[in-house]
């Protein structure tokens, strides 16, 4: 992260947990309390869609320039937002006016097995809420289209 004048507030910092990951398409958005809310695909075991939020002021971190640490960093640790063995991917991400955050993806995944090809699934995560009280996720059930 770095300051408006080009200094080097935060170095490059891993912020997924420790272990196997295959990330793929990142996404992030930052709320109006300069919270990084983040999602990415896992493909690692059963494929996950994965969200975390930071908070890049934490007073645990230095902004001196040095590498933060996950933990420091973290507000909602990885969450998993939804996970099956069939394929998803490319997960995006928006707040809304209230704050409340809402997450696609494409899946493989069909109830129904009526379709062949991906499907585009919606996940609500409940603003404030979640972030202020509880450290897990509180959502709706996920919906498809």
Not at 60 to 85: E, K, M, N, R, Y
């Amino acid at each position: 992260m770095d300051a408006p004048d080009g200094q080097t507030l935060i170095d490059q910092t891993q912020i997924t947990n420790a272990g196997i990951h295959k990330i793929s398409h990142p996404d992030m958005v930052i709320d109006e309390d300069d919270r990084v809310h983040i999602v990415w695909a896992d493909h690692s075991g059963q494929h996950k869609i994965m969200y975390t939020v930071l908070n890049p002021y934490s007073p645990s971190i230095g902004l001196d320039g040095g590498i933060a640490d996950d933990f420091s960093l973290s507000i909602i640790d990885d969450s998993i937002v939804s996970q099956d063995p069939n394929d998803r991917d490319s997960p995006a991400i928006a707040l809304d006016s209230t704050g409340n955050v809402h997450i696609v993806w494409m899946d493989g995944y069909d109830e129904l097995d009526l379709y062949r090809n991906q499907q585009l699934y919606y996940f609500q995560l409940l603003g404030q809420f979640c972030l202020s009280i509880c450290h897990e996720i509180q959502r709706k059930e996920a919906m498809y289209f």
